[in-house]
């Protein structure tokens, strides 16, 4: 690190728990975010203030005006670009220092590759299909990810490690046929409700990068907002789960 660097990450680096050796962790490593909504958006912004020194931000959408209420990265001039185009512009604002890729396309033939690059995934979509896709990559190329969801004034976060021998997967959590279709375009999303989530989800990022604290593996995060609770609830690993089971 220069000595711009230092002073911009000097914050950090006066915590014990970071330190400079963590810094230049952080600096080294790669998050891979899929979804440049209103979880990714948070994430995102907190992860590149950080320092973490390779961003890979995958979103196929473009900005409506709709999005705006909540989707933070993305501002009025930006409406009708790619999501992906926009957010990076906002990012290397932040911190010309990372490097921020763009994916305008996810599949099964690039999804697996993507993931493998990164040291931690963050699934900020908002449908079961990609979610369910995006763990069972993660389980095969052995990478913890940090989910999140958000509906209401309701929202959730869990650390999946799947690939471990007693930790679960997303899938152990819901099933595909049992899993539910709600989403914040039909039901609707308190603005900071998913801000909160997001920036737990780039916390969460962090501290398993740099394997501080608690990190809710295995542990569903439930928070409601409306009466501003939070509780958790373990996970068991599913042993006749079809993704990790095998782990």
Known sequence: MNDQELLRYSRQIMLPQVDIEGQQKLIDSTALIIGMGGLGSPSALYLAAAGVGHLIIADFDQVELSNLQRQIIHHTDDIGKDKVDSAKEKLLAINPNIQVDVVKQLSDDNLGSLINQADVILDGTDNFKSRFAINKASVENKKPLVSAAVIR????????????????????????????????????????????????????????????????????????????????????????????HSA
């Open 153 to 244: 004034f309701e929202g959730q976060l869990c650390v999946f490690k799947g690939y471990e021998s007693d930790q679960p997967c997303y899938q152990c959590l819901y099933s595909e046929e049992g899993s539910g279709r709600e989403n914040c375009v039909e039901n609707g999303v308190l603005a900071p409700v998913a801000g909160l989530l997001g920036s737990l989800q780039a916390l969460q990022a962090i501290k398993v990068i740099l394997s501080l604290g608690e990190q809710l593996n295995g542990e569903l995060m439930l928070i409601d907002a409306l009466d501003l609770s939070f509780r958790k609830v373990k996970i068991g690993k599913d042993s006749k789960c079809p993704i990790c």
